[in-house]
């Protein structure tokens, strides 16, 4: 809750921050795209990540996978650092100090305003250690080769790196639904690296993820 005081005293109040109005900021003339702090941004076409995927399976194979996590994991720690920046300085007060629903809702319209989708928490399952995410609209899902499996391993990393350094734990990400096979969203289960590693395996089964969550939590 607001206190009057604060009212009186602060010359404005905090909206929110990542609205893409304000947020992102471009001059077509030098072909720029920056944030509100005049950090650049880089735009990649969907043609670009196509390349991306073609180009590792070619050189790799099922290694592909790999990279991508790692890559992804190395972006993740990037950007949990670039957010903490923006938003501690924005409000006014370091990320352990803000409510939950407010932290929420600055990463889901951080994410979406970055062009990576729709996010959404599901905490249904957090006594028993797990966090669901779905993610709608990917673009690295749309642009992914159609295939047997998940396939958003770039997001997958920088979950698994973002939350990591977010709880100081070793936490991994796993995606049990995709886009690209057909599904509605990209589902991932977020959990201690000990406790979801030996679900991959059921991934590669085809089992549900309703029936992965209910033997990762029986």
């Known amino acids: 809750m607001i206190a009057i005081a604060d009212l009186l005293e602060s010359k404005r109040l905090p909206g929110n921050y990542f609205a893409p109005a304000t947020y992102i900021r471009g001059d077509l003339e030098l072909g720029l795209l920056e944030n509100r702090r005049g950090d650049r941004f880089l735009a ?13 399976d070619q050189e790799t194979g099922q290694a592909a996978r790999l990279v ?9 720690k990037n ?19 803000m409510e939950m629903v407010e932290f929420l809702q600055c990463f889901q319209q951080c994410w979406k305003t970055l062009g990576w989708g729709t996010f959404e928490f599901d905490q249904t399952y957090y006594q028993q250690g797990f966090l ?7 673009p690295f899902a749309e642009s992914a080769p159609k ?5 958003c391993f770039l ?19 796993l995606q049990t639904t995709c886009e690209s096979m057909g599904a509605e969203t990209n589902q991932f289960i ?23 969550l ?3 939590c029986d």
């Not at 295939?147 to 396939?151: A, K």
């Not at 997001?155 to 990400?173: K, M, N, P, V």
């Open 68 to 76: 991508l996590f790692n890559c992804g994991r190395w972006w993740g």
């Open 147 to 151: 295939t047997n499996r998940p396939v």
């Open 44 to 56: 990649l076409p969907d043609t670009l990540i196509k390349a991306i995927y073609q180009g590792l």
């Open 79 to 97: 950007f949990y650092v670039r957010f903490c920046e923006e938003v501690s300085e924005y409000y006014g007060k370091p990320l352990a100090e």
């Open 214 to 216: 209910a033997i990762l």
């Open 155 to 173: 997001e997958a990393g920088i979950l698994s790196a973002f939350f990591s350094q977010l709880t100081g734990r070793d936490i991994y990400s």
């Open 132 to 138: 669901e995410v779905r993610i709608s609209n990917s």
């Open 190 to 212: 977020i959990g201690l690296t000990e406790r979801l590693k030996p679900a991959e395996s059921w991934v590669a089964e085809g089992q549900s993820h309703e029936k992965i």
